[in-house]
């Protein structure tokens, strides 16, 4: 499972009740095992300096999705210190309540994290905190969301996006600070020709290719057979394409300028390759908007599935509802299941290829990492994608947010947040904002 690499390290003062202090790291870990995590590190507790030493010096060449530090019992800040600065991983601290009986603090847990959270804050390190036995299911969950999120920041921290061409003008939207990315994300956007690379390559690809892509295609959209036959094969060069060159350059995803270029010299639009690859979880973004794409990649990190760049194009005040539409490159399995997905030209370059269906209904996390005031930052809002009359060719569905369609819109406005969000199914804003704690994101909430 993603975030399944968890470093477990209790403390323990032996002037405290060891035994009870020895249960409860016991119990900690044995839940953490049996939540399918595997956890690397000495399973004795760490008593002095050090010893803190010692495991810091073994777990500095692991690479963890979680540090979880259990404070078994009170303990000066020094060990906690000594993990943090060697371990690279996101730190939660743990500790745990005790009996109110009158008579001795045996633990003083609770005190111990607080000491070491002022200790990490001082020496700006970022971490989280949870304070409850291992048997308590809101604490287990604290724990699998921040692993998760972890895991995420692991992923970014090794991934390559292409960014397929230059940004069309004016869409400042668009534009990629790459220094940022590389120094907050880690992220490595990987500069690609759009005419030597990219439009080469869908020249170059194999007919045999090209035609199992179609093949395959045939079965999942109605009307494929309607398209006109040179700009359908076209997209499904690109696709071929794109998938040739992220697997040669280990790309995780793109951000592709699809116009004008790709209708005026290629004779075909890049949607349907588009969809086709966010479908296969290696996001794409058009207008080469990268952050967009980024954006993508971590929900479908957090999710398991794909995830879909729209614009906020109408509202829908009965629905109470923002439209979200494009063209037509949301990933094929976001279809309403009630409705046939077909294929479609570009509604204003009448040319294919494209996706048309409606989104389906169901629980939506919406995202964006935005750069909107010149610094990066997470746009985060939860919602609801529901069932309406298609109002647009291409993707596109019906969003109502937790706050009024009217408010949602005019903080995205007020804020000047890009024209681009993302989304996919489920809720997943607690790893979200999770995520953003340990790359030291400020959060927008919707």
């Known amino acids: ?29 044995a839940r953490l095992g049996e939540m399918g995590y595997t956890l690397v590190g000495d399973a004795a507790p760490l008593t002095t300096l050090e010893d803190a030493q010692t495991r810091a010096a073994s777990l500095s060449d ?13 303990a000066d800040s020094q060990l906690t210190m000594t993990l943090a600065h060697a371990i690279d991983a996101p730190i939660l601290l743990w500790a745990v309540p005790e009996e109110h009986t009158g008579g001795r603090l045996r633990l003083n847990s609770l005190c111990g994290i607080n000491l070491a959270g002022h200790a990490l804050t001082r020496a700006g390190i970022p971490y989280a905190h949870v304070y409850g036995l291992p ?6 969950e604290v724990v699998r969301v921040h692993a998760l999120a972890g895991a995420v920041r692991r992923k970014l921290r090794r991934a390559r996006f292409g960014r397929v061409g230059e940004n069309p003008a004016g869409f400042d939207t668009c534009l990629v600070d790459h220094a940022a990315l590389r120094e907050r994300l880690g992220v490595e956007v990987v500069q690609v020709d759009l005419q030597r690379e990219m439009f080469a390559g869908m020249r170059a690809a194999p007919q045999a ?6 093949a395959g295609l045939a079965t999942r959209v109605a009307g494929l057979e309607t398209m006109d036959a040179d700009a359908t094969h076209g997209t499904l060069s690109a696709y071929v394409a794109l998938r040739t060159l992220a697997k040669a350059r280990e790309l995780q995803g793109y951000a592709v300028r699809c116009w004008p270029e790709f209708f005026t ?60 539409w494009h063209c037509g490159l949301a990933p094929l399995s976001m279809a309403d299941p009630d ?10 370059r009448k040319l294919p290829l494209l996706m048309e269906f409606p989104l ?87």
């Not at 692991?62 to 009170?74: G, S, W, Y």
């Not at 890049?270 to 929900?299: F, H, K, R, W």
């Not at 999710?303 to 439209?323: C, I, K, P, Q, R």
């Open 135 to 140: 048997s308590d299911a809101d604490v287990v």
């Open 360 to 446: 389906k209904p169901g629980r939506v996390t919406v995202a964006r990492l935005s750069a909107a005031t010149g610094e990066l930052r997470l746009v985060i809002a939860g919602g609801e994608m529901v069932r309406g009359d298609k109002p647009f060719s291409g993707t596109c569905g019906f969003l109502r947010f937790e706050r009024p369609a009217r408010v949602v819109l005019d903080t995205i406005l007020s804020e000047g947040l890009e024209h681009h969000i993302s989304l996919t199914y489920g809720d997943h804003r607690p790893a979200l904002r999770a995520l953003a704690q340990m790359l030291r994101l400020p959060i927008l909430e919707l």
């Open 265 to 324: 010299e290629m004779g075909c639009a890049a949607c349907g390759a588009m969809s086709m690859l966010s479908d296969e979880q290696i996001p794409a973004s058009c207008e080469t908007d990268v952050n967009g794409t980024i954006t993508q990649y971590i929900l479908q990190s957090l999710s398991g599935e794909a995830a879909f760049g729209t614009d906020v194009v109408s509202v829908d005040h009965l629905a109470d509802a923002l439209v979200v």
């Open 1 to 29: 499972m993603l975030g399944s690499k968890i470093a477990f390290v209790s403390i323990i003062r032996t002037t405290f009740d060891v035994p009870l202090a020895e249960q409860m790291a016991s119990q900690a870990r």
């Open 209 to 214: 290719d090209i035609e199992a892509v179609g």
């Open 339 to 348: 409705a046939q997905p077909g294929v479609t030209i570009h509604s204003n």
């Open 62 to 74: 692991e690479t963890p999705d979680l540090l979880v530090i259990f404070q078994a019992t009170f």
